[in-house]
């Protein structure tokens, strides 16, 4: 059964960054193409970012040019680096699976997810 434990949220202010990382076990990570969602208040869970086995990435135009989504395959960990962050990335972030043409494909499970707060 998998098992997903992000970690690295926190607060901080407009304009600066921070690093999410998931450590993923219980499956053969490195075939399977992953993702960061998150979900703010009162909102749906939304995909903002993938990378696939081979290491293509793509995101949501709302974090184009500041998050940095990366992998590393032999300690099955996925991260996500966030910079210029604003008050609307405010969230909490999950990893999970993904599909290449950047729809959600999650297992049947979800990690207890890590809390992003932006402060303006």
């Known amino acids: 059964q998998v098992q997903l434990v992000e970690s690295g949220g926190g607060l901080v202010q407009a304009g600066g960054s921070l690093r999410v990382s998931c450590a993923v076990s219980g499956i053969i990570f490195s075939i399977n193409t992953m993702g960061w969602y998150r979900q703010a208040p009162g909102k749906q869970r939304e995909l903002v970012a993938i990378?696939?086995?081979?290491?293509?990435?793509n995101y949501a135009d709302s974090v184009k040019g500041r998050f940095t989504i990366s992998r590393d395959n032999a300690k099955s960990t996925l991260h996500l680096q966030m910079n210029g962050l604003r008050p609307e990335d405010t969230a909490v972030y999950y990893c999970?699976?993904?599909?290449?043409?950047?729809?959600?494909?999650?297992?049947?499970?979800w990690g207890q997810g890590t809390q992003v707060t932006v402060s303006s």
């Open positions: 990378i696939t086995r081979g290491g293509r990435t």
């Open positions: 999970n699976r993904a599909q290449i043409e950047f729809e959600p494909r999650p297992f049947g499970s």
